[in-house]
């Protein structure tokens, strides 16, 4: 078994943030604040980053991209932020499906250009993450700035500082699923040695923004 787990920093990665609305969310600059459909789906992103509960059918079934920042333009990624929800495409799904995923689950979303009716090429799922493990060992790690006073909540940054092999984990984490999240380490998937190897060999690790994770005994 691997000593190595990776850490997926995709949220903080401006290559993979696209500007995505759910439709009945207008395209406009200043949308209002008290539309329905964008204040549910501000609850949504905000639990999916937080690992809250959410039902399938709270998740919007279709989102469309702001013409303004053109990102349906832009080259696909396999992984990605749309308007705030963790995405991944018809590639990563399915390599996600041939691992353990625990209480991790893919919900159906349609991705459509500006028009609001087109589809974006391919299939796309909305990643949920279900199972947390708190293995993150933060005395041992280097690079990160904790958030607050108490050196028990993370979100890596621009100010931080952090390379292959800084963030350090315990061997607890080695007997999670092949996808989960630490609650110290904010919107950040961490994925075993396994998974990362079989995105890497299908060539989509690269979206993923891999980080190289030390597992340790306790």
């Not at 290559?15 to 204040?39: F, H, I, K, Q, T």
């Not at 932020?81 to 991944?88: E, I, R």
């Not at 974006?120 to 005395?139: S, T």
Request: glycine letters at 6%; one cysteine or more; hydrophobic letters at 40%.
């Amino acid at each position: 078994m691997s000593d190595v787990v990776w850490l997926s920093n995709v949220y903080r990665s401006s290559s993979a943030e696209r500007g995505y609305r759910p439709v009945g969310y207008p395209d406009v600059v200043d949308p209002p604040l008290d539309n329905e459909v964008g204040v549910a789906f501000r609850s949504v992103t905000k639990r999916q980053k937080k690992h809250l509960h959410i039902d399938d059918h709270e998740f919007p079934k279709q989102l469309y991209a702001v013409e303004r920042w053109a990102d349906h333009k832009r080259p696909k990624r396999h992984i990605l932020s749309a308007g705030g929800a963790l995405v991944v495409s018809s590639t990563s799904a399915d390599i996600l499906r041939d691992h353990d995923m625990g209480a991790s689950r893919l919900v159906p979303v349609d991705l459509l250009h500006p028009d609001q009716k087109t589809k974006l090429e391919g299939d796309w799922f909305y990643l949920v993450l279900g199972d947390g493990k708190p293995c993150f060992q933060w005395d041992q790690s280097e690079g990160l700035i904790p958030l607050g006073e108490n050196n028990d909540l993370f979100m890596i940054n621009n100010k931080d500082h952090v390379s292959d092999g800084d963030l350090v984990f315990s061997r607890e984490v080695l007997t999670t699923p092949d996808i989960w999240f630490d609650p110290a380490v904010l919107e950040a998937p961490i994925i075993s040695d396994r998974l990362a190897l079989a995105l890497k060999a299908a060539k989509v690790a690269k979206h993923w923004d891999l980080l190289r994770c030390k597992v340790i005994s306790d």
